[in-house]
């Protein structure tokens, strides 16, 4: 996939999605996908994709659930996520990294899924999908915590206590591949939410991985040579 052009400018942009050449490398075989990368996927989800239409699900961008793990804040967090009207959803899938440090975005080497259940009429519930073991489960506990504080006052009836449940996935066979088993948990958890056919996160195959890449890389390769053109008939 030889898609590159000017280094300095973004080759793919969506809402607040960019994607740079040395983003789009990271969907072939063997990469490991950054922030950038599944940022820009789920954006496509939610905007364009088949859950364009689906105001009570919410695709967390990794950049805010990353901001969300390290902000303490009750207060800042309630001003800052103010947009995402997080009361309105029923369903939330926050992706989630290893990275730790404050000090540097787009970093860390592994991805796993929060997912959070927010029904009208019931309790919250909280699940962990991961393609290698638990190991980000801390920080789901962390974010599903202040999340919860969030979606719901603490004198409501149906609010839970985060409690965060291991379910079972699909684990990955190599060291690359987790952001892309996130991107396929978070997909088809959303389908099922809302009715449709759905593959069960603990069925999916390093087949569908490898068929999520293709598309991914197909998707960027359209809407850059879209972006190519714009920009030649503006040079025109």
């Given amino acids: ?65 990353f901001w969300v793990n390290i902000e303490d804040d009750l207060d800042d967090l309630k001003e800052g996520l103010e947009a995402l009207s997080l009361s309105s959803r029923r369903l939330l899938l926050v992706p989630l990294n290893d990275n730790e440090d404050r000090q540097v975005a787009n970093a860390g080497s592994h991805w796993s899924l929060l997912v959070i259940h927010n029904p009208s009429d019931g309790p919250m519930s909280f699940d962990y999908y991961d393609s290698m073991g638990s190991g980000i489960l801390p920080v789901a506990t962390k974010i599903a915590r202040k999340l919860s504080s969030l979606l719901r006052p603490q004198d409501d009836p149906n609010s839970a206590k985060a409690t965060v449940t291991v379910q079972k996935a699909a684990q990955q066979t190599n060291a690359t591949d987790c952001g892309v088993y996130v991107l396929l948990f978070a997909e ?27 598309e991914l890389q197909l998707r960027v390769q359209e809407m850059a040579a879209a972006t190519s053109e714009e920009r030649d008939r503006k040079k025109d």
């Fill in 1 to 65: 996939m030889d898609i590159s052009g000017d280094p300095v400018l973004p080759r793919v942009t969506l809402h607040n999605a960019r994607l740079y050449d040395q983003d789009i490398r990271l969907l072939q075989e063997g990469n490991l996908l950054n922030d950038s990368c599944i940022g820009f996927a789920l954006e496509y989800l939610s905007t364009i994709g088949d859950f364009k239409d689906q105001s009570d699900v919410l695709f967390m961008d990794p950049a805010t659930s």
């Fill in 188 to 214: 088809h958890i959303a389908r099922k939410h809302l009715g449709q056919q759905a593959t069960q996160p603990a069925d999916i195959t390093p087949k569908h991985v490898s068929s999520k890449r293709k």
